[in-house]
Each structure stands twice: as C-alpha cells, then as structure tokens.
C-alpha cells in the first residue's frame, strides 16, 4: 500500500512545482500602452490619426511622431507589423465586385521582429510590441453599387 503513494507523492510534488512556475510565468503580462494608430478609407469617409498616449488627443498626421517614439521603438514595430499585416491582406484572394468579400491581416512586432497573427501570452518585462490589423471589404454604397472600405488599426503594448 505504501509503494502504491510514492507515484502519486511525487506526482503531487510536480504539479506544485509546475503551478508555482506557472505563476511566475504569469507574472508578466501584455498592457495597452494607449498608443494607437487608425487609418479608414472609405467612399463615405477617411480618416488618418494617431494618439501618443492613453487618453491623448488623436493627431491627424499619420502615424506622426511623438516624444517618446525613440525610447518605444514606435516606428520600427509599427511599419513591421504594418508590412506584414498588408502582406496577409495582398495574398488573400480579395473581390471588389462581390459584395461582402473581405480579407485580413494581423500581425505585431517586438523590437522590429515580426510575427504573424496576435501577441503571444508570456512576455518579457520591459518588452515593447506593436499589434496591426488590416480589412479590406467590398461594400454597397447606394442603388447597388459596389465599392472597397479598408481599415488599418495598430496599437502599442508594454509587458509589465
């Protein structure tokens, strides 16, 4: 009966290891930094503006420079994640003569690395990374007329 308890004593010991790591690991975690970037084109409307901090108010010029782009790696991140996000979107096979054909693409970098598809769970504290995501899709304007939307969004993120 006692050889029987060994298996599951050690068993038990390694999953208290594995939950302390697991908490640890857990620790750090992705935060919205507040910095964002928008672009819509549409045949209603467009708009371009871009934001430097949480609650800041939206700056036309696009994606425009802030005091803390340097430090953040903003412009680095952005135009890689930007590329690889429009890099989905030109492979998809996109009709804008049918209406509600759309396409995506989303992708983040993290010190100018990019990856496709969204932000991994664990992070490294301190990490930078920038989030974009692209749609593109054929939509009826008036009296049946088919037109394209595409709409670009990036937002920044700290791990913390």
């Known amino acids: 009966m006692l050889n029987g308890l060994k298996p ?18 857990a620790a750090a975690q992705w935060v919205d930094s507040g910095r964002t970037a928008y672009f819509k084109q549409s045949p209603f409307s467009s708009a371009w503006e871009h934001t430097c901090t949480t609650g800041g108010t939206p ?27 429009n890099n989905q979107l030109n492979a998809c096979h996109f009709d804008s003569q049918k209406l ?18 969204g932000l991994p769970a664990g992070c ?16 009826e304007i008036q009296n049946h007329e088919l037109d394209v939307e595409s709409v670009q969004s990036g937002n920044e993120y700290v791990c913390q």
């Open 8 to 25: 599951l004593a050690a068993t038990a010991l390694c999953l208290l290891g594995l939950s302390a790591f697991a908490e640890n690991a």
């Open 100 to 117: 509600g054909s759309a396409c995506y693409g989303l992708a983040y970098a993290i010190n100018g690395q990019v990856y496709a598809g």
């Open 59 to 85: 700056i036309q010029d696009f994606p425009g420079t802030c005091a803390n782009d340097p430090f953040s790696g903003w412009t680095t991140n952005y135009n890689a994640a930007s590329a690889s996000a």
């Open 124 to 139: 490294n504290v301190g990490a930078r990374a920038v989030v974009v995501s692209t749609r593109m899709e054929t939509i």
